[in-house]
């Protein structure tokens, strides 16, 4: 069973930072990206960040040059520093893996709040 434990949100004012983590287990397939979605309030889920096998990256326009994603392979491991943060940056974060098949699993989430 595969699972996805995300940790690192809380609450933070507005400039500040916080790094997210999520371990992935239970993985019985290739891997092909990992990354983070978010869900603020009243809206869609969106992808913020992604990595893929090789080390390339993706971001979101509202998120580059403020958050950067990473990535242990031997650990199933994916994190996203969140630099400069902002109050529309207020959401869930969901850790997301992606099999190479295209099949996608998602974490429940650790909700960041961003106070003005």
């Known amino acids: 069973q595969v699972q996805l434990v995300e940790s690192g949100g809380g609450l933070v004012q507005t400039g500040g930072s916080l790094r997210l983590s999520c371990a992935a287990s239970?993985?019985?397939?290739?891997?092909?990206?990992m990354g983070w979605g978010r869900q603020g309030p009243g809206k869609e889920r969106e992808m913020v960040a992604a990595i893929g096998n090789g080390g390339t990256t993706s971001y979101a326009d509202s998120v580059k040059g403020r958050f950067t994603i990473s990535r242990d392979n031997a650990k199933n491991t994916v994190y996203l520093e969140m630099n400069s943060l902002k109050p529309e940056d207020t959401a869930v974060y969901y850790c997301n893996v992606r099999a190479v098949t295209g099949m996608s699993y998602w974490g429940e989430g650790t909700l960041v709040t961003v106070s003005s």
């Open positions: 239970g993985i019985f397939f290739r891997i092909g990206s």
